[in-house]
């Protein structure tokens, strides 16, 4: 998810990375949260849904008819590196069942333990920021 | 050779790697453009002819590969016409993606919700109840079981937990 389109104009790309971190948001807030007129918001969340970016479904907020607009995420943008703990892939690819107890998966929880340490700043030697 | 750009992702890689073993690792590595018999492959790869079908037939219940049966009109035998279908890896991952989510709630509340004893010569970890049941001695050594803390796994989970919720817009 983190590859930005092309086909995205900067007011669009800024307005999708709003959309992405709220998850969800109706458009009378929408085009405030970006700052824009609600007629430019408008404009920027049809061309979103038009490009496949977000999905907008009528909505009813404060008392005003509106839409919802909620990000649709594409698959290959995603981030599968998330399934990676060190060197380990996620120990239920190619499984049938999910062992959330198994000892694949405490391995591998293990691994991401070690893969990123919290070392505090005075152990690392890192002189204390003031 | 066909998606090339996917294949270059190293957690594909392993993906595929973990589906057809190292056997199967040739097919797998090198989706061809178009239809492939069975056998053009293992010729092209210099393979037994089982290991290629083992592979294609893992690839094709993972939907990542599909065959059309051909009667060959001379000698009469079925071949096998094989597609390459690298364009639902993706879908696939994604799915992983939120197996692995499912199952780092569930564990995380495992965790959260036990106290635990580790054997520090056997490295064996217990619940407090197995624990309490050996009298707090390891059953393979006789050592003491000591408290264990599990703070940094339940961090390290949260993180992850986040980090996929963020990107499969789970909010």
């Excluded at chain 1, 971190?21 to 085009?31: D, T």
């Excluded at chain 1, 008392?63 to 998330?82: H, M, Q, V, W």
């Excluded at chain 1, 990676?84 to 694949?104: H, I, K, N, Q, T």
């Excluded at chain 2, 970890?125 to 050594?141: H, K, L, Q, S």
Aim: hydrophobic share 40%; glycine share 6%; proline share 5%.
């Amino acid at each position: 998810m983190s590859a930005e389109a092309e086909d995205l104009s900067e007011d669009e790309a800024r307005a999708l990375e709003l959309v992405r971190e709220q998850g969800k948001i109706y458009q009378s807030e929408f085009w405030k949260a970006l700052d824009v007129s609600s007629r430019k918001g408008s404009r920027i969340a049809k061309k979103l849904e038009e490009k496949g970016y977000v999905e907008r479904e009528d909505a009813v907020h404060a008392g005003n008819t509106t839409y919802l607009i909620t990000p649709i995420i594409k698959d290959e943008e995603l981030d599968f590196s998330l399934l990676m703990a060190g060197d380990m892939l996620s120990p239920f690819v190619g499984e049938e069942e999910v062992d959330a107890r198994g000892d694949a998966f405490s391995q591998w929880i293990m691994n991401l333990v070690y893969e990123d340490p919290v070392i505090p700043e005075e152990e690392a030697g890192a002189p204390p920021e003031e | 050779m066909a998606f090339e750009g996917l294949l270059e992702d190293p957690v594909v890689q392993k993906y595929l790697h973990e589906l057809v073993g190292p056997k199967g690792m040739p097919v797998a590595a090198a989706p061809p453009d178009g239809e492939v018999t069975d056998e053009e492959l293992a010729e092209r790869l210099d393979l037994e002819l089982n290991d290629v079908r083992r592979a294609l037939f893992i690839l094709y219940e993972n939907d990542l590969a599909t065959y059309r049966r051909v009667r060959d009109e001379d000698s009469g035998w079925l071949t096998y016409l094989w597609t390459f279908h690298y364009e639902n890896v993706p879908a696939n991952l994604r799915e992983e993606m939120e197996r692995l989510r499912e199952a780092l709630e569930e564990r995380r509340e495992y965790e959260r919700d036990n106290e635990f004893y580790l054997c520090e010569v056997d490295s064996i970890r217990f619940e407090f109840d197995e624990a309490m049941d050996f009298g707090f001695e390891c059953p393979e050594c006789g050592s003491p079981l000591e408290a264990m803390g599990n703070d940094d796994m339940v961090e390290s989970i949260d993180e992850r937990l986040e980090a996929l919720e963020t990107e499969l817009g789970i909010v």
